[in-house]
C-alpha cells in the first residue's frame, strides 16, 4: 500500500460567521491510500480555533502515514489525538476496501434509495439576513431548523426568534440554537430562561468548554435541553469521557467525525451516550462534498435518529461536484451522478 496527500483550498461564497469566527477560507488535505491499481480518499479538515491539531501536526502526521500506511491501518491508536487525521485515513481506508469507488458503507442510502433528513441551517449576520435564510429554508420544505447565535446582539436575536414563533408554531418548526460557547457562565442561565418562550428543541454549548462543574449545573436547572458539542473536543480516553458525561449528565450530543475521534471515536460517544440516557445526532463541520459524503453514509449506517446536521456543501465556490443533493428537507445520494474530480486530482 502507498500513501500520498494534496492540500486544497476551499472558498467561501460568502464569509460564514459563528460567534468564535469569520471563515473566507478553508484549508483541507485529501489523504490517498493507494492499492493493486484503487485509490481511496479522506478528507481531513482542521478548523484553526476549534481543532485540537494545528495544521502543522496534521502534515506531521500525514507525512508520517505516507512513510508506513500498514502501520497506521493496523494501530489506529497512533491517530486518536488528531481527530481530522483520524478521520481522513478511515475514510480513505473504508474507500478502498470499497474499490475507491467513494461508497464508503452499502445501505439504501449509499444506493440511492433513501434519503437522510436534515435540518436547515442559519448562518449570523444582519437579522434581515438571517430572516431571510429562515424564509427560505421553510419554503424549502424545511421542518428543522438550526440558528447560530451569540453574534449579535442577543436582544436582536430574541426579535428574530418571536417573528419566527410568530409565524411558525413549534408542532410546524423544530428550532434548534447554537451558542458555539457564547454566554457567559454567570449570565447563560437568564438567557436561556429568556429563550424558553420560544419553544426550542435545544441550545448547543450555551458556554464555553472545559467548565465542568458549571456546564453541570446548566444541564440540571435550564429550561430548554443542553447539547454539547466544543466540550467533547480532545476528550479521547473512554474512562475519560464516561467521566465527562457522568458529571455534566447533558441532554444530547452533537458529534463530528472530523472533530471527536473520526468515526471510532464517536461510535463510543454514541454507546456512552445511551448509557446516560442523552440522545445524540451527527453533523458535519465545513467539510467539503468528499468528507460530508463519509460523514452521511456512516450516519446512515448508525440509524441515526431524527434531524441530522448536514450541510450540502453549497457554501464553497470551488467544491468538489458530487451526486449528494437536498431534495426538501433530505440529503440524498443521485445513483445517476458522480463525483467530478479536478483533473490531476489523483495524481501524486
Not at 123 to 139: L, R
Not at 177 to 184: E, H, M, Q, R, T
Not at 220 to 236: C, H, Q, R, V
Not at 304 to 333: H, K, V, Y
Request: charged share 25%; glycine share 10%; aromatic share 12%.
Amino acid at each position: 500500500m502507498k500513501a500520498y496527500y494534496r492540500k486544497y483550498v476551499l472558498r467561501f461564497k460568502r464569509p460564514a460567521k459563528t460567534s468564535r469566527s469569520i471563515y473566507e477560507r478553508r484549508e483541507v488535505w485529501y489523504l490517498f491510500l493507494e492499492k493493486e491499481g484503487k485509490t481511496g480518499v479522506g478528507e481531513c479538515a482542521p478548523l484553526p480555533g476549534l481543532s485540537s491539531e494545528t495544521p502543522a501536526q496534521v502534515e506531521q502526521v500525514l507525512n508520517e502515514i505516507c512513510e508506513n500506511p500498514e502501520n497506521f491501518i493496523k494501530r489506529p491508536e497512533l491517530t486518536k489525538g488528531v481527530s481530522s487525521v483520524r478521520f481522513a485515513l478511515e475514510t480513505a481506508w473504508h474507500d478502498l476496501q470499497n474499490g475507491g469507488k467513494q461508497l464508503l458503507f452499502s445501505s439504501l442510502f449509499s444506493e440511492g434509495k433513501a434519503g437522510i433528513p436534515v435540518n436547515g441551517l442559519i448562518w449570523m449576520g444582519e437579522p434581515g439576513y438571517m430572516m431571510q435564510q429562515i424564509q427560505e429554508k421553510v419554503s424549502d420544505g424545511f421542518r428543522c431548523i438550526k440558528l447560530k447565535i451569540g453574534g449579535i446582539d442577543f436582544e436582536e436575536e430574541l426579535k428574530i426568534l418571536k417573528f419566527i414563533r410568530e409565524k411558525y408554531h413549534s408542532k410546524d418548526l423544530i428550532l434548534r440554537l447554537d451558542a458555539n460557547g457564547a454566554f457567559s457562565s454567570g449570565s447563560a442561565l437568564q438567557k436561556l430562561n429568556q429563550l424558553k418562550s420560544f419553544n426550542i428543541h435545544s441550545v448547543e454549548q450555551p458556554i464555553a468548554a472545559g467548565q465542568w462543574q458549571e456546564m453541570a449545573k446548566l444541564c440540571k436547572e435550564s429550561p430548554i435541553p443542553i447539547a454539547l458539542d466544543e466540550e467533547l473536543i480532545g476528550i479521547n480516553e473512554v474512562d475519560e469521557k464516561e467521566e465527562l458525561l457522568q458529571t455534566i449528565l447533558p441532554h444530547y450530543l452533537v458529534l463530528k467525525p472530523g472533530l471527536h475521534g473520526g468515526f471510532y471515536g464517536c461510535g463510543q460517544w454514541t454507546e456512552l451516550a445511551e448509557k446516560y440516557s442523552a440522545g445524540w445526532w451527527i453533523t458535519s463541520y465545513l467539510e467539503s462534498n468528499i468528507g460530508l459524503n463519509a460523514i452521511a453514509q456512516w450516519t446512515f449506517h448508525k440509524a441515526a435518529a431524527g434531524f441530522q446536521g448536514l450541510g450540502i456543501g453549497g457554501l464553497f465556490t470551488n467544491n468538489i461536484p458530487s451526486p449528494l443533493e437536498l431534495r426538501g428537507e433530505e440529503l440524498w445520494i443521485n445513483p445517476e451522478k458522480s463525483f467530478c474530480f479536478p483533473e490531476n486530482f489523483f495524481s501524486r
